[in-house]
């Protein structure tokens, strides 16, 4: 019986330590701005308190941290996930700094 071996390149595991940190890392601070901001925005709507912005952004953000780690990992390209996290976490903090 013979055994194959392939053998994973360097670049590969490179590409996939890059999107474990990305999900980790930059899913937290994406995820901790949106929820930042639908807390301070909720509440401009009718009939909504400020603890009930914080808690559906709170809540809502569990579920937004979920879809990101996996979107991060089935997307072909990294270089599309990084700078989309990117520009999403610019858009994030000036929405913030509008709203504060």
Known sequence: MSTKTTSVSA?????VAGRFVLAGFGGYVLTALLSTVLALALPWLPGVSRAEGVLAGSLLSFT???LYVMWVFATRSAWRVWLTTVLACALLYGAQALLD
Not at 11 to 15: K, L
């Open 11 to 15: 670049r590969y595991r490179w590409e």
């Open 64 to 66: 937004f941290y979920t």
